[in-house]
C-alpha cells in the first residue's frame, strides 16, 4: 500500500532563511507523481509543486525545489528565503500510475511551518 | 463561477440525520474526490470517482455513499450522521489519473454531528 511519512509535526524558520521540510514515502509502482500542498490558515489547499518519478532532474517552483532522492524514497521540500506568508501547514502527496491505486492520491500527516520575523 | 465550489461552508446535524454535502466543478475534469480532514492531521480519501457512473472507495468510506450522475458533480452524503463525522470535507478534482496531474480543491466544508 502507498504511504506518505512526514516526521516534522512543527517546524520553526527565521524570516529570509531557508527550510527543508522531509517527506519519504513507500511505494512499489514504478510509476508515481509526488505532489506538495500549501494550507494557510485560512484552510484552503494550494499546490505548490510537482516532481515525478521519471524526472531526472529536481523540481523547482520559484522559491520552492523538490529535493528527490529516488533510491531513499525521499521527496523533500526546501524553501528558500522564507517569508512571514510562508506560515502554514504543508503536505507531500503522491499518486500512483498504475493497478489498483491508480489516479488516487495518499497524504501525510503534514508539517506546520512558522516563519519568525 | 469558474472553478470547484463546495455547498454548504458550514453545516451542524445530529446524530442519526442524513446529510448531503455538494461539489461542483467547471473544468470538465474527469476525475473528482472527497477527503476529510480531521483536526491537525492529513487528508484521508473517502470515495473517488473517474467518471461519471464510476466510483470507488477510499480508505474511509463506510458510512459514506456517492454518486456522480454528471461530470461536474459529485455529492457526498452522510447516510446517518455520527459524531465521529464531524471533520472538514474537502472536494478536489483532477484532469486526468496521470501522476502528473495536480488535484484542484474546492474550499471546503466544515461539518459538526452533535
Known amino acids: 500500500a502507498q504511504k506518505i511519512t512526514q516526521t516534522q509535526p512543527g517546524m520553526f524558520v527565521q524570516e529570509k532563511e531557508a527550510v527543508t521540510l522531509d517527506c519519504t514515502y513507500d511505494t512499489s509502482d514504478p510509476s508515481y507523481g509526488l505532489f506538495w500542498y500549501k494550507q494557510p490558515s485560512s484552510g484552503e489547499m494550494i499546490f505548490l509543486i510537482y516532481?515525478?518519478?521519471?524526472?531526472?532532474q529536481n523540481a523547482t517552483e520559484g522559491r520552492y525545489s523538490l529535493n528527490f532522492q529516488k533510491a531513499r524514497k525521499s521527496a523533500n521540500l526546501v524553501i528558500s528565503a522564507s517569508q512571514l506568508g510562508d506560515s502554514a501547514m504543508y503536505f507531500c502527496?503522491?499518486?500512483?500510475?498504475?493497478?489498483?491505486?491508480?489516479?488516487?492520491?495518499?497524504f501525510g500527516d503534514g508539517t506546520t511551518l512558522t516563519v519568525k520575523p | 463561477d469558474a472553478g470547484i465550489t463546495q455547498s454548504p461552508r458550514y453545516k451542524i446535524t445530529e446524530t442519526g440525520r442524513q446529510v448531503t454535502l455538494m461539489c461542483h466543478q467547471t473544468?470538465?475534469?474527469?476525475?473528482m474526490f472527497w477527503y476529510r480532514q480531521d483536526l491537525g492531521h492529513g487528508l484521508r480519501l473517502i470515495y473517488y470517482s473517474a467518471a461519471a457512473d464510476i466510483t470507488d472507495k477510499g480508505e474511509v468510506s463506510d458510512g459514506y455513499v456517492v454518486s456522480r450522475s454528471k461530470t461536474e458533480n459529485f455529492p457526498l452524503t452522510l447516510e446517518s450522521a455520527t459524531r465521529s463525522q464531524t471533520s472538514v470535507y474537502f472536494c478536489?478534482?483532477?484532469?486526468?489519473?496521470?501522476?502528473?496531474?495536480?488535484?484542484?480543491f474546492g474550499p471546503g466544508t466544515r461539518l459538526t454531528v452533535t
Open positions: 502527496a503522491m499518486r500512483e500510475g498504475f493497478g489498483t491505486n491508480a489516479g488516487k492520491s495518499t
Open positions: 516532481q515525478g518519478s521519471y524526472d531526472q
Open positions: 473544468w470538465s475534469h474527469s476525475y
Open positions: 478536489a478534482s483532477s484532469e486526468s489519473a496521470g501522476t502528473g496531474y495536480e488535484q484542484y
